[in-house]
């Protein structure tokens, strides 16, 4: 599909609603800076599916395009991963250097594209009074301008 028929999200499309599923892609290796990465899938209930980008600069704005299954490969996320966000609501969509596009969730979670505990970049999620997460390192998305 180009990308000038790709259908972006709204901010109204992923706040607010329910995550069904995490997903990932498969595991890929960058021979260059020598580590292994995979994107991050959410699936909501109503069935749209979008990335995790990992690599959003958080003083611009991206769309986030609406993945077709049929595009990608997904595999489940870890369990616990998926057991953290399964039925959980998204309260807002987050940027940050370290993070990229991350989600906050109701109970107090952050969903992102970081290092996991196999030190692969892949899902993580996290409480946000971890030590890990400091919630100044992260501001709300500013949505691109519908056009």
């Known amino acids: 599909m180009t990308e000038s028929r790709r259908s972006f999200l709204t901010r109204d499309d992923i ?16 021979t260059i800076k020598h580590f292994t990465w995979s994107e991050v899938f ?3 209930d109503d069935g749209i599916i979008f990335c995790l980008e990992p690599l959003i600069d958080p003083f611009c704005s991206i769309p986030i395009p609406k993945i077709n299954r049929s595009e990608r490969k997904l595999v489940p996320a870890d369990e616990e991963v ?9 309260v807002e969509a987050v940027v ?5 596009f991350g989600l906050l ?39 691109p301008k519908a056009s």
């Open 42 to 44: 959410i699936e909501l």
């Open 105 to 143: 969730l109701d109970g107090g979670y952050i969903l992102y594209a970081g290092t996991t505990p196999s030190g692969r970049i892949g899902p993580v999620v996290k409480h946000v009074s971890s030590e890990d997460v400091a919630i100044e390192d992260y501001e709300i998305y500013k949505w």
């Open 15 to 30: 706040v607010g609603k329910r995550i069904r599923r995490v997903y990932r892609s498969e595991w890929m290796d960058d």
């Open 82 to 90: 998926n057991r953290e966000c399964r039925e959980r609501i998204i």
């Open 96 to 100: 940050g250097l370290a993070m990229g």
